[in-house]
Each structure stands twice: as C-alpha cells, then as structure tokens.
C-alpha cells in the first residue's frame, strides 16, 4: 500500500500515462497489487473499430475520402489519455517499442487500419503468453511487409535466390534473444571474459529457411497468385492486411533447417505451419528470453537502469508464473511493477521520461476534452515545432532510442548508466518542448476545427479546465503546491519556491483600477495558471520520472 499521495502518484507514473486525482485514490484505497489486477482484468479498447468508424464517417461526408495515420493517432490518444484500461495501453504501447513496426514506412503507412490492428494485438496478445505473441507478431502482415518476410521464398539454384534473412535475424536480435547470451540476471555470459554470441550467420540462415513461403490470407489459399497478390481473380480477403499470414508450402523450403542447436530434417513435402512451429518454441524457450524481454520492459515503464536482483526477479516470473506457465506476460508486467526496486527513489533509479508520455502525463493531470471527440494530436515527429516523436512511426525497428544508449560526455556515462530516452534528446527538442507546451497550455491541443456540429469553434480541439487553478490564481504559492501535486511527486521546496516568486510577479488588477476590468483580471489570472503549469512542464522534475 502507498503511504502517501506521491507514493502512489510515482505508481501510477510507472504503470499508466498519467496519474490523475481519481487513479491516486484508487491506488490509495486498494493498494498496488489490487489495483493491478482490476486493470488486468478490463477489456482491451478496439483502435481498429474506432479507425472503422472514423473512416464511416468521413465517407458520409467525402464519399472518395478515407480515413488515414491521424485515425491511428487519435485513437492512440483517446485511449491514452480517457481510457480505463491505463495499464493495458502502457504495457501495449512499451511494447510497441520492442516488437516495432512504423507508420513512417510506406507500406505500412499505407495500412493504417492494420496499424490500429496492430495495436489492438499489443494489448491483447501482449498479455498473453510470450510464446502466443511471438507468434502473432510473426504471423502479421504488416511485420511481414516492413521486415520483408512476407511473399519471401525458399532458395532457387538455378537463379541463385536464397531466403531473405531479414525477419530471421530481429526475431533474434530485437524480439527474443538478443546478441549475447545471458544469466538470470541480465549479465553477459563469458568465455575468457568474452560475451558469448547467441546466433551465427549459420543460424539466422537456418532460420530464414522457415520463414519462407508466408504471404496474405486469401479465399483461394494456396493459388500463387494469392502468394504474389493476395488475390485470385480480383478477389481478396478484405481484412488480409491484417489476418495471420498463411504457409504456402510450394514457396517453403524443404530443406534442411539447423539453428540455435536445433534441427528440422528435409522434408519430403514442405510444410511450414510444422516448420514454424519448431521455430517458435525454440525461440520462446531460450534462458535468454525471459532477462532480454524483462530487462526492456523495466526500463519502458520504471527505471533505466535496474539492477541484476530486479532483472532475475522478472526473469524468474516469466520463466514461471507460479503455476507453472513460462511466459505469462500479465505475470511479468506485474513482477516488474511490484517489485521493491521499483518503489525505491535514488540518484539511479527512474528513467528520462520520453515526448510521448510527457504530453500524455499533462493532459491527464488537468481534464481535458475534445471538442470533436477525436483527440486529434496528430503527427508529432517535428522536433523543432512539436515532440519529435509519433507513436507508432519509429524511424526503425530498432525504435526511437536504443536500450542501451548512453549521452557521451553526461554524469550518467561517467557511472556507465544509460538513459535510452536521451538518444532523441537535444538543443533544438529541449527549445521546442517548452514552445510547444506553452502554446499547448495557453492554446490548446492538437489540430485546429473549424465548424463542428454546426458550431464555429475556431480552436484547437484539445480543450484544456483549469478552474480549479485558476480559483487559486491570486495565491501563487497554493496555486504552484496544486500545479506541483498534479504534475510531479519529486518537486521540492526551491523550485516550488522559484515557479511561486515566477508566478507572483505577473500582476493582477484590482477591479476599476486604471482603467482594469473583469476581463483583464481574468487574463491576469489565467497568465498566472498558465506560467505555473509550463514552468513544472519544463523543469527537469516533470521530465524526469525519478
């Protein structure tokens, strides 16, 4: 049980997008675990039913128009920011960040309905066991177009074609086992004080082997021109972007398929729903898994740095749940949230808070609204003019930072700690957070409307309620204690102090005063709100999730 208000606000920090006073009382009541497991236990949200829908509605009014990316977006934010499902959606979006696919490729940009898909597996499949996922993500189509495994085909001698290993070597490196095998703990197993490879060239050829012969899903299933095109006479599955792949055993190899110490013999007739399944198990069942995955989760949600005892913990919670199932991923979401490290404030703990959950930390601290109802943020690459960050559009597959990075020449590389986030951080994200964030908090959010059920609104559709701030607007020093409470746990007296003396200066006039009138009092009132919330935004104790 939290013993105070910040105790479990800091929970929350790690566990959802963003305390809010009615989540701190909950945590407050029931405690963490308890709180865990009702959050466990709700419903994912559909983002492909609110894409669907959005679409429907477009077309009314723009019969050759479709909805697109900023459908994907604003269901991402909706969800983010109103939905109940707080847990659900982090652990769905911190890992987004580990198995990637991105809207920034053109071909998956091109499939934003199967993105909204996507996202929907994360929170479903991503709760699941390890092994279930592992196998979806392999079996998706949009995994299949960015990493190229979707229409590959076994080696021909004859023109010199082998299997395209691309899918075969992240599955690996990025998805299960990483480059270096493991201890419990997350240390690197050695030889001679060698880190030990996990994979050769040997084994991601091996491997690739099995990821031949998977194209669309497709009514006329195993017709090459399903493999080639999905379709067969112009006709296609409608949902193909987004249904598992399927085997086409005449572009599988039958050959002879060695890796990680495992082997499947040539076969007379290919078969690559059999050959997959080796595969996978083979993969899901690796000592290194449970480390590689849990390690990644810790820093997407608590802390950079953890230590091996914390690592080992969530490793032993996903080498078994306690009632003997390996890979339960409710299980080590809930190790990594519950575990004492995770409680502990000190000069290593915590993480650098990424653009994304900053700007969904502050619209769920204050109420917002959408005048539309579409939370209609949009793209938010720009790091000179927005966050430099969009969920879901990743430059790469090895996502917007590296678990590993280290800020050469920072304090942290001094004591070799990384901060993953710092890799997306600079001069010109640093200017453009505060610029953004004060437009954001004196203008609102998002895309400006213009006209919405026949109301001229003429505004930003992110609709920010500060009156309980502004009630306390001629008290700077109560005003900046509430700003401080919503936003950040570990604010301390001199910033408080130095936001209050900020925030003081801007004068209010009395009524009639030279002239003042209400409204003029009213918009000292509001600058005053406006200056103590961007103020905490940018100080490094916002920033910063200790």
């Not at 993105?115 to 196998?135: F, I, N, S």
């Not at 590959?152 to 070597?169: F, I, L, S, W």
């Not at 996502?399 to 600079?426: C, D, K």
């Not at 408080?496 to 925030?503: Q, R």
């Amino acid at each position: 049980m939290p013993s105070s208000r910040a105790q479990a606000m800091r929970f929350l920090t790690q566990a959802s997008f963003g305390a809010t006073d009615a989540d701190i009382g909950r945590v407050m009541s029931v405690g963490y675990a308890a709180w865990i497991d009702e959050q466990l236990a709700l419903p994912a949200a559909s983002h492909r039913a609110h894409w669907e829908a959005a679409d429907a509605a477009i077309k009314l009014t723009t019969p050759t128009g479709a909805a697109g990316p900023d459908q994907v977006y604003e269901s991402f934010w909706k969800q983010a920011v109103t939905g109940p499902e707080q847990l659900r959606a982090r652990a769905a979006y911190a890992l987004s960040q580990i198995f990637v696919i991105s809207l920034a490729d053109g071909t998956v940009g091109q499939n934003p309905r199967a993105v909204a898909a996507w996202l929907d597996m994360l929170g479903t499949q991503g709760l699941g066991t390890y092994r279930e996922l592992l196998e979806t993500v392999s079996r998706h189509p949009m995994m299949g177009v960015y990493l190229t495994s979707l229409r590959n085909q076994k080696a021909d001698a004859r023109t010199g074609r082998v299997p395209d290993e691309n899918y075969a070597r992240e599955v690996m490196q990025l998805f299960s086992i990483g480059l270096v095998e493991l201890n419990e703990d997350g240390s690197a197993r050695t030889a001679a004080g060698v880190p030990l490879d996990t994979y050769t060239p040997a084994d991601i050829a091996g491997l690739a082997k099995v990821f031949t012969g998977w194209s669309w899903a497709c009514p006329d299933w195993p017709d090459n021109g399903c493999f080639s095109s999905g379709s067969v006479g112009g006709v296609s599955d409608p949902d193909r972007s987004f249904k598992p792949m399927l085997g086409y055993p005449q572009y599988h190899s039958s050959e002879a398929k060695s890796f990680l110490g495992t082997n499947i013999a040539a076969q007379a007739s290919s078969n690559p729903d059999a050959s997959l399944k080796v595969a996978l198990d083979t993969l899901a069942a690796h000592p290194n898994v449970g480390p590689f995955i849990g390690r990644q989760l810790i820093q997407r949600l608590v802390t950079s740095n953890p230590s091996p005892a914390y690592v080992g913990a969530v490793a032993r919670a996903f080498a078994d749940n306690g009632a003997g199932v390996r890979g339960d991923m409710r299980a080590v979401v809930k190790a990594v949230l519950m575990h004492p490290e995770a409680r502990v404030m000190s000069d290593t703990s915590g993480k650098v808070r990424e653009p994304v959950l900053r700007l969904a930390a502050y619209l769920r601290a204050f109420p917002h609204s959408s005048d539309t109802g579409n939370w209609r943020v949009g793209n938010t690459d720009n790091p000179a003019t927005s966050l430099g960050q969009t969920p879901l559009r990743a430059p790469s597959v090895f996502n917007f930072y590296r678990p590993g990075y280290t800020a050469p020449g920072t304090a942290a590389a001094a004591r070799s700690l990384v901060a993953p986030e710092m890799q997306i951080a600079h001069e010109t994200s640093a200017a453009a957070w505060v610029n953004y964030m004060r437009d954001n908090v004196a203008s609102g959010v998002g895309a400006t409307n213009g006209t919405v059920g026949g109301v001229v609104l003429n505004r930003r559709d992110i609709r920010p309620d500060f009156s309980a701030e502004l009630a306390l607007a001629g008290d700077a020093v109560a005003l900046v204690e509430r700003v401080s409470g919503k936003l950040s746990y570990s604010a301390g007296t001199e910033l408080k102090s130095e936001i209050a003396s900020a925030v003081g200066s801007v004068a209010i006039p009395a009524l009639n005063a030279a002239g003042s009138n209400q409204a003029n009092i009213d918009a000292a009132r509001r600058t005053r709100v406006n200056a103590a919330v961007l103020l905490m935004l940018a100080s490094p104790e916002f920033q910063v999730q200790p």
